[in-house]
């Protein structure tokens, strides 16, 4: 009887589901822009499967560390828009020199958690730019949805209804969802190829860094100012929301230096969640708010089995019918999308730089070897330096900081 108690009083159902729901949203509505993200930088099944690993180490240990030290539901997750970033930034990248952009991203986190610059440093960033930044690197996954029905109508469009419908009636399983409606639509329509599903244990595979300056611009720099602003920004804002005083800095510092220790492995961003942190900070979770920590710590504990099994998850994603892969992409990325664009949009001092921001990144321009993102960033900080010349100053509430409506989380 001592037994079962303490049983339930370090699992309590409520909170277990609230973590596995938590899990299941991040992994099913981005886990295959990881994928792809790796494919981006040549990576093969094995290191597919040791940046599932190193991920769900990081957030394992970040999860039941920091909510365990706080006693509040800290969840992390992976930069979805990071990894969103990453499938374009790392074409024509080597393996090594992507490692090195995501040790500096996590070393430029550290140095801001260490030093206390992380609101001064992104201060420095408008939010409307960051979001229109974000905006336009997801352009291309919402338009992969559509796109997707001219040659797989029958699988793409229920998922989208389905979407649709689930945002309406049951809006934290709307991604899940669409995900069983794509299912069963690739089962009666074929395409999965399950002869190269296979179950195994993940196991890591070390990459030495390699600092290419123009790659550190073009991806370490831009996946830096992503994930800061449209993940650790909503992220600290929902624990704050929910009631909990948490310290900003160690979270940024830990996430930081987590993230640093497993880039060589294949973690490319580990940060703050918001919407699956949501689901483990609410009532839901736990009826005692002091208790829903424990709910944060089963989500690491989900995460850290994914990663365990990551080769388990890369085979299953290379047996996924594409038109299936890509739908969940632009599906899990439509509330990120309308959110960005409607924080870029919001103040309308800033409007014009951050359309600028918007539709130079969605472009793909390359110059010198330097991605979208970062010319569409400057090219917005310029637009409104000069839109700003001659211009009276004037008090205005600060703009909201951009939702992470990624399913991440």
């Known amino acids: 009887m001592l037994a079962l108690t303490r049983i339930r009083s370090i699992a309590p159902p409520s909170a277990v589901a609230a973590g596995l729901i938590a899990v299941m949203v991040g992994v099913t509505s981005s886990a295959a822009l990881v994928f792809t993200a790796a494919r981006a930088a040549g990576a093969d099944s094995r290191e597919i499967s040791s940046w599932m690993l ?72 408008p939010v409307p730019l960051a979001a229109a930044l974000l905006a336009g690197v997801l352009l291309r996954f919402g338009t992969g949805l559509f796109s997707t029905m001219q040659g797989g109508f029958a699988v793409a469009f229920p998922m989208f209804v389905i979407y649709l419908l689930g945002r309406r009636l049951l809006p934290r399983y709307a991604v899940l969802l669409a995900l069983a409606a ?29 600092f290419d300056w123009k790659v550190l611009v073009s991806v370490g720099a831009p996946l830096f100012v992503v994930t800061m602003a449209s993940q650790n920004l909503p992220g600290v804002a929902v624990i704050r929301g929910a009631g909990y005083d948490v ?22 961003g580990l940060n703050l969640a918001a919407i699956t942190a949501a689901i483990c900070t609410g009532e839901e979770a736990h009826p005692d708010r002091d208790k829903r920590y424990l709910a944060a710590v089963w989500a690491g504990v989900f995460y850290l089995c994914v990663g365990l099994l990551g080769a388990t998850v890369a085979s299953l994603l290379t ?24 924080a870029a949009l919001a103040d309308k001092a800033s409007r014009e730089a951050a359309v600028v921001t918007f539709l130079a990144t969605a472009s793909g321009v390359t110059l010198l070897g330097i991605g979208s993102a970062f010319w569409g960033l400057l090219a917005g900080l310029v637009t409104g330096a000069i839109a700003s010349v001659g211009r009276p100053r004037r008090e205005e509430p600060a703009p909201e900081p951009l939702p992470d409506e990624v399913r991440v989380h």
Do not use: D, H, K
């Open 319 to 342: 047996a996924m019918p594409q038109e299936l892969v890509l739908a969940i992409a632009g599906i899990g990325l439509l509330a990120t999308i309308e959110a960005s664009l409607s």
């Open 54 to 125: 190193a991920l769900g180490v990081g957030l394992a240990c970040t999860c039941v560390g920091l909510s365990l030290r706080y006693r509040a539901p800290v969840v992390t997750a992976w930069s979805t828009p990071g990894a969103a970033l990453l499938t374009t930034g790392l074409s024509g990248v080597s393996m090594a020199q992507a490692v090195g952009a995501f040790a500096f991203s996590a070393l430029l986190i550290l140095v801001s958690g260490v030093t206390g610059w992380f609101s001064r440093l992104m201060g420095r960033i």
């Open 182 to 210: 794509g299912v069963v639509a690739t089962v009666f329509t074929g395409g999965w190829q399950l002869g190269q599903v296979r179950l195994a244990v993940a196991t890591p595979v070390f990459t030495a860094p390699e």
């Open 247 to 268: 310290p900003v800095s160690p979270l940024m510092t830990w996430t930081g230096a987590a993230n640093a220790v497993l880039a060589p492995f294949g973690a490319f």
